[in-house]
């Protein structure tokens, strides 16, 4: 139980393009899901945390106009990077936690990997 | 300002003996404690996990100790196998905030 996948798992583009990275939650239902940024040799970064049905909240230096996120569903969120450039380029993991489960425990996703040209 | 860090970058052990990775926390408020494994490529996924009422959890070949009165956190990985080659990371949660905190990782390297 608690799978958590994210499409695409790859992806390279140019810059000035939006990507979008799904997150999903298959066998619970993520009340709260988290979106991560690593950088190569790097701990993750958390970038923001969003509630089912809620505005998501943004850490500290993380543009809210450049990633959105929407939280739609309790099994989906994603993640819009919009024009893109190659500083953007990194790891972006998502993780979830349902409402049923231990407080703090997350359950993360393969991640994706973006390229920007 | 709060923080989790890790005494040792790398770890290279030989294939049958046991890991210790260490963690240091100085967060008190911190009532919460994952382990999580990284292979290159790939998400983190879950270890093991301990609350600040207890001092030891054990699970399949992997225990976790904590000592809250020097904000201390470490993983003993028994039979270290090179499977278990990847990067191991703790995280603390802020019972207030919900969030995790992660620290910077330890890589773990196995000889054969």
């Known amino acids: 139980g608690a799978v958590v996948s994210q499409h695409p798992s790859r992806v390279i583009c140019k810059s000035g393009t939006s990507v979008k990275i799904e997150c999903r939650s298959l066998?619970?239902?993520?009340?709260?899901m988290f979106w991560y940024r690593q950088f190569p040799k790097q701990s993750l970064m958390l970038m923001a945390t969003?509630?089912?049905?809620?505005?998501?909240?943004?850490e500290q230096g993380v543009e809210k106009d450049k990633f959105l996120i929407n939280h739609a569903s309790l099994t989906l969120s994603t993640l819009t990077v919009t024009s893109a450039h190659p500083e953007d380029s990194s790891f972006y993991i998502c993780?979830?936690?349902?409402?049923?489960?231990?407080?703090?425990?997350?359950?993360f996703g393969p991640g994706t990997r973006l390229t920007v040209l | 300002g709060e923080s989790v860090g890790l005494h040792l970058p790398t770890l290279s052990v030989q294939e049958g003996d046991n890991s210790i990775i260490n963690c240091a926390y100085s967060?008190?408020?911190?009532?919460?404690f994952i382990w999580y494994k990284q292979e290159s490529g790939k998400g983190p996924q879950f270890i093991i996990d301990?609350?600040?009422?207890?001092d030891k959890r054990q699970g399949q070949r992997v225990t976790v100790l904590l000592n809250k009165t020097v904000k201390h956190l470490s993983l003993q990985i028994a039979a270290t196998q090179p499977g278990d080659s990847a990067v191991y990371f703790c995280?603390?949660?802020?019972?207030?905030?919900?969030?995790?905190?992660f620290g910077g990782g330890t890589r773990l390297m196995v000889k054969p």
């Open positions: 301990i609350r600040s009422n207890m």
């Open positions: 066998d619970f239902q993520a009340t709260t």
């Open positions: 993780s979830a936690r349902g409402s049923g489960q231990d407080s703090g425990t997350q359950y």
């Open positions: 967060n008190s408020a911190s009532d919460y």
């Open positions: 969003s509630n089912e049905g809620s505005k998501a909240t943004y």
């Open positions: 995280a603390e949660n802020n019972n207030a905030g919900n969030m995790l905190t």
